[in-house]
């Protein structure tokens, strides 16, 4: 294995993040070799350089205004939501009123009805009238009646005396 | 909030989770001061690291942070409070911040003396301030994966395989780009003369 080949585990190496048989590996190696370990020494001294950095604070102040930025932006929904839910719930209040008075709106316009069609109960439309059982109509043809074009009406009249009747002869043409 | 800052950095495993626990729970429940508690838990950490990943540009930083926190805000009805809360938080601050730096990509490269201000020192010296300077400046020229990797695992202090959970990816992989970081860095701090003091 070349020094080349060393330099990525040496890298490792120095903050222990080799697994233990690569790690004896590398022991191995820097013990025969004063080039890596030059570069275990450079390594070693970046990193205590980088590890300086963890120091570092930010200013208070950049913390508040993170902090006040998120907790106001996490009211401003808050307060769209309940204006939302007032809104939607009086939406559905006039759509429901006004679905209510349109089912029950007057049949046809008052101006053109009389008084009598106003009072008037609603037509059931909806509701089909019961069907009677069916009958047939049968007309029965009279016979015609008997003419009589030349003979005379004869018309019978009865008395309380039986021995007494009365015929009477009617002219079928109006005499 | 203090004590409770200080319980999570040192006090006992135990009473820490527990609290924690319970300020989920209440959290999820839509109490907005719980939730406050949450994030001034971990807002300097999260923070920290959005500069770090961004090279330092303290407002995209700041966005980044924000956006951290309220995804962390929309996602609170999946998170499972038994589970490692600073793996998962990280990971959406991973995320976030390669998000932003593609972006930023797009738009404009930052420069590496551009590689900013938005990071105090701990200490005022000229010689330490000259050395942070180079350091970030080499960080800046990291890909984005292994400059993702090294401050996990250098600056952030997780493993390698929590680093790997954190960038979702397999160890070997995030192994390698620790290892190529650290040998970038090494010949960029060799390479780039310090200035004059």
Redesign the interface.
């Given at each position: 294995m070349t020094c080349a080949k060393f330099?990525?585990?040496i890298?490792?190496y120095?903050?222990s993040?080799l697994a233990e048989r690569e790690q004896r590996l590398v022991e191995a190696h820097l013990k025969t070799c004063a080039v890596c370990r030059e570069?275990a020494a450079?390594?070693c001294?970046?990193?205590t350089?980088?590890?300086?950095?963890?120091?570092?604070?930010?200013?208070e102040s950049?913390?508040h205004?993170?902090?006040a930025?998120?907790?106001n932006?996490?009211?401003i929904p808050r307060k769209t939501v309940a204006w939302s839910k007032y809104a939607i719930a009086a939406m559905l209040f006039v759509g429901l009123w006004a679905g209510w008075l349109w089912r029950t709106r007057p049949a046809a316009t008052p101006d053109l009805q009389p008084v009598a069609a106003l009072i008037a109960p609603p037509p059931l439309a909806m509701a089909p009238p019961p069907q009677r059982p069916r009958t047939r109509v049968v007309r029965h043809r009279r016979p015609p009646a008997p003419t009589f074009q030349s003979e005379p009406l004869v018309v019978k009249m009865i008395t309380d005396d039986p021995q007494v009747v009365i015929y009477w002869l009617v002219s079928q043409n109006g005499g | 909030m203090q004590e409770l800052a200080l319980l999570m950095e040192s006090g006992s495993v135990d009473a820490r989770d527990q609290e924690f626990v319970r300020l989920v729970k209440q959290a999820k429940a839509g109490d907005?001061a719980a939730?406050?508690a949450i994030?001034?838990l971990y807002?300097?950490r999260v923070?920290?690291t959005a500069?770090?990943l961004l090279n330092r540009n303290?407002e995209d930083a700041?966005d980044a942070?924000?956006q951290v926190?309220?995804r962390l805000?929309r996602s609170l009805g999946q998170l499972d409070e038994n589970r490692h809360f600073a793996s998962w938080l990280y990971r959406i601050t991973v995320n976030v911040c390669r998000d932003m730096t593609r972006a930023r990509a797009r738009r404009s490269a930052l420069s590496l003396e551009e590689a900013g201000a938005?990071?105090?020192?701990?200490?005022d010296d000229p010689v330490?301030s000259e050395?942070?300077r180079?350091?970030?400046a080499?960080l800046a020229t990291l890909p984005e994966r292994e400059r993702t990797a090294?401050v996990l695992?250098?600056?952030e202090?997780f493993t390698?395989s929590e680093a790997a959970r954190i960038m979702g990816c397999s160890e070997v992989t995030v192994?390698?780009h620790?290892?190529?970081a650290?040998?970038k860095?090494?010949k960029f701090?060799?390479r780039r003369p310090r200035r004059p003091l």
């Open positions: 330099e990525p585990l890298a490792l120095v903050e993040d570069f450079d390594i001294d970046s990193q350089a980088l590890k300086e950095l963890r120091m570092d604070f930010v200013e950049a913390l205004e993170v902090r930025e998120v907790l932006q996490l009211s | 907005i939730f406050e994030l001034r807002e300097r923070l920290l500069l770090r303290l700041k942070a924000q926190f309220l805000h938005g990071l105090v020192a701990a200490a330490r050395q942070r180079i350091i970030y080499a090294i695992r250098d600056l202090g390698t192994r390698s620790i290892s190529n650290r040998v860095i090494r701090v060799q």
